[in-house]
């Protein structure tokens, strides 16, 4: 099947904004970042005889995405490492994406599959490894617990060793801690903020990622907190005079 034109203008669309992501990647970090998983990325979308596959083997032209693997950077954030001999390490993402077309200009939640993996290896006398992921609960069971749609995970394992070293650490598979979505644009300031904060100092200084978040802002998140606020009807922004925005969440721009 090939994709319609009016659907490929859309994805094409949404390939520029990865280039322009990954653009800004090279200029402000440069060898500290490998941007080659966005350039693949950004040919899938570009191909219209490629049409995303959904977790149930499905697939409609009205679902686009796209799969980042392997993406690298480097692992700045080690003033409270453990163990402490540990002097570099790389921070790892891997993206698996589907949304819905007709879902990205309105407030619906865009996403129908998403998952956001981050595995993070650091180096001493031998290679320590830690990670968590963010994904979108799309099981066809219902849960066995209260059960956020969007939720942040750590991964005690992420190698998924068979003999993995747990040490005294009694890993669960709770909490499951509601957070908001992240796409690799959104996600970029997560990763940085968090783990390469000169990178994030540098990106935030740019206009272009300043324009590139506010755009998929209003496309993500919005729909998000808009329908969390909602709980409290009528929401009225007069009322709110807590306001310290940037230290709720730094990466708003």
Known sequence: MTV????????????????????L???????????????????????????????????????????????EM???????????????GKV???????????NWIDMSDPFIELGFNVFIKGISDKVYHFGFHIDRHCSTTSPSG?????????DMNPTDSSDYDSGSILYLDTPRLMHFPLDFILGIGFLTSNFFPTAFSLLVEEKEYFKLNS???????KPYFH???????????????????????????
């Not at 480097?74 to 570099?88: A, D, G, M």
């Open 146 to 154: 209260p059960h956020p749609i969007y939720h942040l995970q750590y």
């Open 227 to 253: 329908t969390l606020a909602n709980h409290w009807k009528p929401f009225e922004q007069a009322d709110v005079i807590w306001n310290p925005i940037k230290d709720l969440c730094p990466i708003f721009v």
């Open 74 to 88: 480097t692992l700045e954030s080690l003033k409270h490492v453990k163990p402490t001999n540990i002097k570099n």
């Open 25 to 71: 990647l090279e200029k402000c970090i440069g060898n500290d970042v490998n941007t080659s998983a966005i350039y693949k990325a950004i040919a899938e979308l570009k191909n219209e005889n490629t049409i995303p596959v959904l977790k149930d083997g499905s697939y409609n032209q009205n679902v686009w995405g796209y799969d980042i693997e392997d993406f």
């Open 215 to 221: 755009e998929y802002q209003q496309r993500i998140w």
């Open 4 to 23: 319609s034109r009016n659907i490929m203008h859309f994805r094409n669309e949404r390939a520029r904004e990865l280039e322009r992501m990954a653009k």
């Open 92 to 102: 790892y993402l891997n993206i698996k994406m589907r949304a819905s077309v007709d």
